[in-house]
């Protein structure tokens, strides 16, 4: 309970929890009040991720580099995976895909520019090693190609296109998964050296007990499901309620959202003028997406699912996943930064956002 | 009259200001002659634009840096937002819009590229500033972002789609002209410091008393707005005349014509081996017409003119002004250039203008 | 008869000569066993490529730098130039224009890609002269985007497409041979010093006598010719029998093969940790295809054969193109490599090689 206590106060994110019992009540008692439950699924999952992440960590810190890199890799964005699994089995494919799309733009535009903002507005000029940023954005530069070319080469019209695409995104997402194990192999045992002062996770607050760390992943993850089948469930007609487009949703809300926890830990590493760590989360997370929770799902719904999930994206979220990962490649490439860097990555991110949230419906059907 | 003797002296482009009465002397006996007036006031918007740059320098060298600054912005680029101005009033909507985008390709790659071709013909390697270069061409490429964004989502053939880019056009105008306000607020407060050898404007002739300066101003905008409206009206005419295509005469001649003062100043300061001065007049030019000719000219449309304007452009430009872009941004990495650097920049300039002369007429209507 | 020894010592490719005796014996015997004499007749190039890289490169060390460098660009993509030239004769434009953009991406992935990784698991860091390297990496892009704007700009269905595209290609590789040139008097006569330890050619082995290298030049690239007419007949059928599509074998097959010879020296390099040689000699074949072969075969189709050939591609091989050039300038930026690096570049070519092995036919029919 001290731990939990002392938790509390460095947290203050954790109070939200409080909204996942008020969520369950609120479902049980007003199932149709989708624009309620929207928000408060939202405002109950942003406290989950940050537990999830810290137990992942926990657990890694007890396990040692590679098993605990490894660790970090599949469970460290076990929020996004388990909200894509919920919206999948809700037949909701557009919604994973453009949330993975999303999640990609928003952590290397929003999550790396606010930290550079932030960290800029405080310190006059900030240094980051950019060996580590130049890793990670090289991973995003593949992952990129990878999702680029079925999207460009597929004719739209044909049957035969379709299967070409579902092999090929097979074909991919093996890949992608080899060359983000290759890239630990790299940076945990060939060439550690070269990313000494780089540090992932938050590393600030003391790990938990093992014991703990493993029952409250269990737990976590079990309230993450629910809750996301809630946000799920509500956030069409919610998202309807409030005028968004469905794009924008999947892109930005939903993006925003599972990232809150990870984004906490890198707006306050900027703050403390630890600009490693915020741009390793912020890169770390896009990568860990686009080469690990999106072929898993391609995968996990290849082998569990009724229709198979490709890799084809709708050619305006090719361009900005193109565009946000040149921007990173072009941003870390000098290894240091000031506030009007972060302005004109934001601004990026803000012409992205504005762009879907006015998009006509017709386009949005198949903004996917 | 002895600083107009001196001037004329150091500039013997001004010479060319004798075809200011002669073009309105011709227009009044043959107005028909569209040729030879289109070549009349080719010839006679060249030193007005010279003067009126000098105008506007010597009126920010006595106002300070930051409202020189914004001077600068405001007025550096008069003859290209009076032309326009002038052609939006004709309802020349596509001629408009393809020297906005001509006039940042022709500064990004033919005054960049020419610049580095003559003064490295000169020096064996020339070093510069390449903070100041990467400030502008990070505004670039923000500016080429959003003008790729709208024209990548849109659908051609739908109503909704026009609405869409209307609203988005406001918006992303809006935040270019605060893109490129932040960008002054850096580079002239807050970390002046880091852009010490760059200097932009000529700074080489003595300023002009302020109040000889404020009179030029006001009477060479008049001269350049009634000579704009002749070369609006005979421009196309001419272009039949000579075979040029609309969209070659609104992407090269426009652009090269209302550009030819700035780029008399960056050639001279690229023999000088004062390369700072010339990658700034050529990269801050290109910026200014992005971030602050364009912008404005929407929102003034959007208020005064009937039919609004977007920032739709036609793919082939986007394309050219996004390679435009993305040269400026490796040329200047390294900070030194050689002969062949030019030579190369210059060569992708000579591939668009090619392009833009060979293209058939049907692609043509649409080029805009 | 000694250096002939000496050199099958050397080079035990050369074994592989034998199969040029047996390749037109089983023609006459069995002139439609077409898999049969697939795989012989590509076994039978790759000696005969090797014979004459030594060859230009004997003649090359006798007469001095710059008609050596010349006489290298004319000769040293020769069995590239006698394939497509073979392939045009036979009518197969589509192949030829698959196997010049093939060997581009291959040269500048593949061959790039698994230097870097050969070297790199020898060697913990490898350094090289970024500045010999970005020079063919600058050229390569200025080639990428005279290919990449007709294919943006013209219209597909259009009569007057077809002219102006035919017109526009003879243009552009005009100045595509033009800036090689120039490229070649920038790097061996005004900048000779920025080239310091880049080397081209293999270096390793004593030249020829003049006499035995011009006898050996003559007979070889007429073997090559006649090879090269079974290879461009068999080749169709033997994929169908591989069942591999037509794209992959111009890109990626025909690629390989031609390109066999200078892979073993750029490997051989890579390994002896002379990675100067390396990327000299891949982005050096990259940008001869590209600004040298490709041209030459556009102009002389134009004055000898019956339909002219233009320079417009398939969407998808641009794209393929425009990546791997791209790649080619970010990863020789640094001027140093390590293994992961040859892994990220050689998955981007495993990529692009899955989607077009993958390709349903239909699309198969326009990728060329």
Redesign the interface.
């Known amino acids: 309970m001290a731990a939990a206590r002392t938790l509390l106060r460095h947290n203050p994110l954790l109070w939200l929890l409080l909204f996942v019992p008020v969520l369950f009540i609120a479902k049980a008692l007003a199932p149709d009040a989708h624009t309620m439950l929207f928000v408060m699924s939202v405002l109950a999952v942003v406290p989950l991720a940050a537990l999830l992440s810290h137990a992942t960590e926990s657990v890694a810190a007890k396990t040692g580099d590679a098993v605990g890199g490894l660790l970090n890799a599949t469970l460290g964005n076990l929020t996004e995976l388990v909200i894509a699994l919920t919206a999948l089995q809700a037949g909701q494919y557009m919604l994973v895909k453009a949330s993975v799309a999303g999640a990609i733009v928003t952590n290397s535009l929003f999550m790396l520019g606010a930290s550079f903002l932030l960290g800029g507005l405080k310190h ?2 900030q240094d980051f090693n950019r060996i580590g940023a130049r ?1 990670q954005a ?2 995003l ?2 992952a990129t ?2 999702l ?3 999207s ?4 739209p019209g ?1 049957a ?2 379709s ?2 695409t579902q ?2 995104s097979l ?2 997402s093996v ?1 992608l998964i ?2 983000y194990g ?2 630990m192999l ?1 940076s945990l045992k ?2 550690p050296e070269l990313f000494a002062s780089a540090e992932h996770g938050s590393g600030d607050e003391a790990p938990w007990p093992i014991r703990v760390a493993l029952i409250l992943l269990a737990v976590v993850t079990v309230l993450v499901a629910l809750v996301s089948e809630v946000f799920v469930e509500s956030v069409q007609e919610a998202a309807a309620a409030f005028s968004m487009t469905p794009a924008f949703v999947g892109f930005i809300v939903v993006a925003l959202v599972s990232g809150a926890a990870e984004m906490a830990s890198a707006f306050a590493g900027a703050r403390r003028n630890r600009l490693d760590l915020s741009v390793g989360i912020a890169l770390g997370s896009a990568s860990q997406i686009a080469l690990f929770v999106a072929p898993v799902l391609v995968l996990l719904i290849y082998v569990l699912g009724p229709t198979p999930m490709d890799l084809q994206f709708w ?2 979220a090719v ?2 996943m193109l ?1 946000a990962t040149l ?1 990173a ?2 941003v870390t490439n000098s290894g240091r930064s ?4 972060g ?2 990555v934001l ?2 991110y ?3 956002a ?2 879907l949230y ?6 949005n059907d198949r903004a996917a």
Chains 1, 2, 3 share one sequence.
């Open positions: 006059h000029v890793l090289s991973l530069v593949l190609i990878a680029l070319v079925p460009t080469v597929a004719e044909l035969s296109s299967a070409f092999t090929l074909g991919l890949m080899l060359a290759l890239g790299f060939t060439h050619p305006g361009v900005m565009i921007i490649v072009l000031t506030w009007f860097v302005v004109l601004m990026v803000v012409i992205f504005m762009t006015l998009l006509p419906p017709v386009s």
